[in-house]
């Protein structure tokens, strides 16, 4: 579940329809359904305390969720945070929050298996790792990426496939 934060004036600060409210249900909804729930959490968010940051993952955590991937903002080239920068937190206060972040994971029973993500013992996210170890996987879904390997010749082909981003446009686009 992208929840990326609880906190509701976060969550606008990223540009996220949801709500923190909403991001719960989801989680809620997802425990009932599923036996295996991963919590998606970014820190280092605009105007984001350690308090604050520290408060997200006490929540996540709540939820007994067998993996959070928990990771910091990173501002990426061609978006709108590359074009008008967020005021975002110090150099010192994301170390801070990486810091507290891994020792309250660790507290709670999650081990570091990759660089953002964190499993109770048996609950490492087999997809992470397959993405990891360059494996395939399929991509359904608006934005979705899939990479797809296959010998031909006694070449090794490899064809990675993407899909529209926004779901307006997929959806438009699945007849043809």
Request: proline share 5%.
């Amino acid at each position: 579940i992208g929840v990326q934060s609880f906190d509701n004036e976060r969550l606008k600060a990223l540009g996220r329809i949801h709500s923190g409210k909403e991001a719960v249900n989801a989680i809620q909804s997802a425990k009932k359904l599923f036996q295996r729930t991963n919590i998606d959490l970014m820190h280092g968010l605009p105007g984001q305390t350690p308090e604050a940051a520290m408060s997200d993952l006490q929540q996540a955590i709540a939820f007994e969720p067998d993996q959070i991937s928990w990771y910091q903002l990173t501002i990426e080239p061609n978006t709108v945070f590359a074009a008008k920068p967020p005021c975002l937190p110090v150099e010192e206060s994301l170390w801070a929050i990486q810091e507290q972040g891994s020792e309250l994971l660790k507290s709670n029973g999650y081990e570091q298996y990759e660089i953002s993500a964190f499993a109770r013992p048996g609950g490492e996210s087999k997809h992470n790792l397959n993405y990891w170890q360059f494996g395939d996987y399929l991509g359904i879904g608006a934005g979705a990426h899939a990479k797809i390997s296959r010998w031909e010749q006694g070449q090794l082909l490899i064809e990675c496939i993407h899909k529209l981003r926004q779901p307006k446009a997929y959806l438009n686009a699945i007849d043809s």
